[in-house]
């Protein structure tokens, strides 16, 4: 009979693999997520990562239908075509994320420069610790 051990931890998803992988040398099936429910689960195995954020201005559109910004138009179609999911993110109305750890990569799909310096600023921090873990 297989075991399957749920565990749950807020760190990252590298930390969710090593514990995955401590628990498969106990001769358990792992599944490790975060204590919120709010990103994909781990395995001992590293997962091709799928989603791509894009970062879009939504108070520029004039309807104010996501469906209809060039962000959905001319990008969405191809990245789903090459088999990944792309989550649209509104930067007028919500923080920009503090973890990106669960997107492949990160499209910034934005005119006007209202938060242009936040966005800014924001990519270079999010660069600066991606190059810390390489």
Known sequence: MD?????????????????????RELGVIPYVIDGLLQEQGEYDIKR???????LYNKSILKNGDSIYSNAHKIISMPLEHLGYIPILYDISTKPLPKNIDRFHSVIIWSRGKKKLIILLDWTKKIIRVVKSYS
Request: charged letters at 45%; proline letters at 0%.
């Open 3 to 23: 075991v399957i051990s749920i565990d749950y931890s807020n760190k990252g998803s590298d930390r969710r693999r090593e514990i995955a992988k401590e628990i």
């Open 48 to 54: 091709e990562k799928r989603d791509i954020l894009i």
